[in-house]
């Protein structure tokens, strides 16, 4: 198991590092120059000799004149220490803006995350046991609604509904922690978006799982039909779901950064929104990173998790 | 055999008046077409599809207004007689605006997809046959850029090279004044194309590698291969044929993410520019007012969202169509 643990590692730690390197080289081609931004400070201070002379300065203490590979992994070694750098608009440190924000949308992925399990695995085994009937065919065909709508499409529309036609909402915006009538339709919109693929993978898995000898014995054997659902049938049927984990992770975080403007919430997407908006690069590539990190994590734990749960997985 | 005998007799039997044959040679294909008629959803997936090719193909011919005229006499107008879908918080006609974004959205869904699945291609055939190196580079690439947030790779391919690029184009066109590089709105497009196309190629890449992996162990592969048929031909004759299925309902469901992917690249501003017509930046520059200009918001978002609808419904039917095997695993 250590050895697999290790041999996981190996492979996480150097795909990090490929991601740093890409982002890295993208911003270099950028028309950002952290100097230019940072001579603002001068302005009208300085005359044309001194300026140059400060401009010269400030390249060597930043290692700018050196080449790509010097400047890269001093790069990687600002960021073991923890230096994200300064972010350009209101010279924010860019590590306390991701911790600071990051909490909000961490509890708000999660409950999305929940919900749409407990949502998702229901819908997808109901599907699965009544397949080709019209429960199946509403269930996919709904589901195949969200299936690529972006949040800042679904979050307008469920506005007008619920708030100007059906009146049955105030205009929820703010954060008051997650317990708050307010999180009820950002969560709920958080859910709808990687809803499709939990439904799809129970669907599948438990079709897949009907069909075997055991559960054709436990029919046989007279069992009652709930208790091989839930003792032989979705026991087995959720391990591949797990598998789906990475990319629910991912659509939660592409769906925060819509999310987070459009509902006032000061979380971890109104800051990856921010960044974009503002051609803000050093901030830009922290919160690429950061996100980068949590799917690649995510995916770990996937691999740690899932020889746990299926023992037929070798490990290697 | 006896099909090239066969042959003329069918077609004659196909001439008007003659009788039909209780069993006609059914292909792939068309047998794959029947499946795909039969079902209800995907017919209202290809009604939709087809809407918006035609959209996109005839709309800025067909729009009553241009994208850009506005009527400063009627800003912000619920539907009228003169304005279909109303018109916006500068006067511009709603409906033409959208039909002018079906044409975006096509464009950006069309190319990113063709580039896409052409890297992909090349990838996985090489992984698929180069052996166990060209596998490892081309697997751990694949992991690579799937391990980042799509979304936000694309943006910051998007964010990061255009201005360089059309920098590059405005020196070229000083240079030589070549009228192509005089209007660079449609280098943004090229960059959206670009930024979607980088993001979606492993998906295919792993797609075709898998299928070039399994299918080359299937007996007739293996046959074909023991009576020996050249590697090549079996790959054209039977590898291309199955391999295609899956590919073809990968690229479905991909058009329609992609047309959502590029309106939130517009809607994050990093994609296609005002006054540019775009789904997303239509949704973007109106979300603020959705509580007294709800129409503004709506419109496009909800063509944005029945168009990506038809999409996935012809995606899904293609899915039963042309892997009936398959239980919707995708």
Not at chain 2, 4 to 28: T, Y
């Amino acid at each position: 198991m250590l050895k697999y643990i290790v041999g996981r590692l190996a492979v996480a730690i150097p795909t990090f590092l490929a991601v740093l390197l890409i982002t890295f080289t993208l911003t270099t081609l950028s028309p950002f120059d952290p100097v230019a931004m940072m001579m603002q400070q001068y302005e009208g201070t300085l005359d044309a000799m001194q300026q140059k002379e400060v401009v010269q300065r400030l390249r060597n203490q930043y290692g700018l004149d050196n080449s790509f590979v010097v400047q890269f992994t001093k790069y990687v070694e600002r960021i073991t220490h923890g230096d994200l750098g300064i972010s350009i608009n209101g010279q924010r440190n860019v590590l306390r803006a991701i911790v600071k924000t990051f909490p909000i949308s961490l509890q708000l992925g999660l409950a999305g995350a929940l919900l749409t399990t407990l949502v998702g695995v229901p819908l997808g085994a109901l599907a699965a046991l009544k397949q080709n009937s019209w429960i199946d065919y509403t269930i996919v065909g709904s589901t195949l609604v969200f299936r690529s709508l972006p949040v800042f499409v679904l979050a307008p529309l469920l506005l007008v509904l619920f708030v100007l036609i059906l009146g049955i909402m105030k205009v929820p915006r703010g954060w008051d922690g997650l317990f708050n009538p307010k999180t009820i339709l950002p969560i709920l919109i958080l859910m709808l978006g990687p809803l499709p693929i939990i439904v799809r993978q129970t669907r599948s898995a438990v079709l897949d799982v009907f069909s075997q000898d055991y559960v054709r014995t436990a029919k046989m054997k007279g069992l009652h039909i709930w208790l091989i659902i839930f003792r032989h049938i979705l026991r087995n049927a959720l391990i591949p779901v797990v598998t789906t984990l990475g990319f629910v992770a991912e659509g939660l975080i592409i769906g925060t950064i819509f999310l987070d403007s459009i509902f006032a919430i000061p979380g971890f997407g109104a800051l990856v929104e921010a960044s974009f908006r503002n051609f803000d690069y050093p901030l830009i590539m922290g919160v690429t990173m950061v996100t980068s990190l949590m799917i690649i994590l995510t995916n770990l734990l996937v691999d740690l998790v899932y020889p746990l749960l299926d023992p037929r997985i070798k490990l290697e | 055999m006896s099909q090239s005998a066969s042959a003329p007799v069918l077609k004659s039997l196909d001439s008007p008046g003659a009788l039909k044959p209780i069993s006609k040679q059914r292909s792939l294909w068309g047998d794959a077409m029947r499946r795909l008629l039969r079902n209800r959803l995907s017919l209202i997936g290809l009604t939709i599809t087809s809407l918006l090719l035609f959209a996109a193909l005839f709309g800025p011919a067909l729009a009553p207004y241009n994208y850009t005229d506005q009527d400063l006499l009627d800003v912000a107008q619920l539907p009228s007689r003169a304005h279909w879908l109303g018109t916006d918080e500068i006067g511009r006609d709603l409906f033409s605006r959208v039909l002018y974004g079906a044409r975006t959205a096509t464009l950006v869904a069309v190319f990113s997809t063709a580039v896409s699945v052409l890297i992909g291609l090349v990838l996985g055939v090489v992984a698929g046959y180069g052996g166990r190196w060209a596998d490892a580079v081309v697997g751990r690439l694949t992991d690579i850029v799937m391990s980042m947030p799509s979304l936000l790779l694309a943006a910051l391919i998007a964010v990061t090279l255009k201005e360089p690029i059309v920098t590059w184009a405005k020196g070229v066109y000083e240079q030589t004044h070549f009228p192509l590089f005089a209007d660079t709105t449609w280098l943004d497009l090229l960059i959206v194309f670009g930024g979607l196309a980088f993001v979606q190629w492993p998906s295919y890449a792993r797609l075709i590698r898998g299928q070039i992996l399994s299918l080359r162990n299937e007996q007739y592969v293996q046959a074909a291969q023991s009576v020996g048929v050249s590697e090549i031909t079996i790959a054209l004759r039977h590898l291309l044929p199955n391999a295609l299925g899956p590919v073809i309902v990968n690229m479905t469901f991909n058009l329609s993410s992609a047309m959502a992917a590029e309106a939130a690249l517009s809607y994050l501003g990093v994609g296609v520019m005002p006054p540019q017509a775009s789904w997303g930046n239509m949704i973007q520059s109106n979300i603020g007012s959705w509580s007294y200009r709800p129409w503004l918001v709506a419109v496009p978002a909800l063509t944005l969202a029945i168009v990506t609808l038809g999409i996935n419904f012809l995606g899904d039917g293609l899915n039963d169509a042309l892997n009936p095997k398959s239980s919707k695993a995708i």
